[in-house]
């Protein structure tokens, strides 16, 4: 099963720009989903961005025109471009991908987390 790791969290101001990076390893045979959701202390898990193995995207409403989401199939890795950020930006952000694995199960599996912190 496949372990993701993040990278590229931290702390910017307001208007500044951050890009988030995670990496699958394991035993994968094929990603079809990658994607980004975030969550704060005590609230639900919501969606950022995700991007199929084809490159079709989907955004939450709040990030659309200022966050992209891309990935490198041949690397398993994928990345989330953030710009213009706002503080209500500030969370937890969480990489997410489900695929097959070499031993023809499904896999469904989750980073640890990476804090992005916006200032005003």
Known sequence: QAQLVE??????QGGGSLRLSCA???SIFTINT????RQAPGKQRDLVA?????????YADSVKGRFTI???????????QMDSLKPEDTDVYYCHAEG????FNGFDSW???TQVTVSS
Request: charged content about 10%; proline content about 2%.
């Open 7 to 12: 990278s590229g969290g931290g702390w910017t």
């Open 24 to 26: 699958a390893s394991g």
């Open 34 to 37: 990658m994607g980004w959701y």
């Open 50 to 58: 995700t991007i199929t193995s084809g490159g079709s995207t989907n």
């Open 70 to 80: 891309s990935r490198d199939n041949a690397k398993n890795t994928v990345y989330l």
């Open 100 to 103: 097959t694995g070499w031993d």
């Open 111 to 113: 980073g640890p987390g």
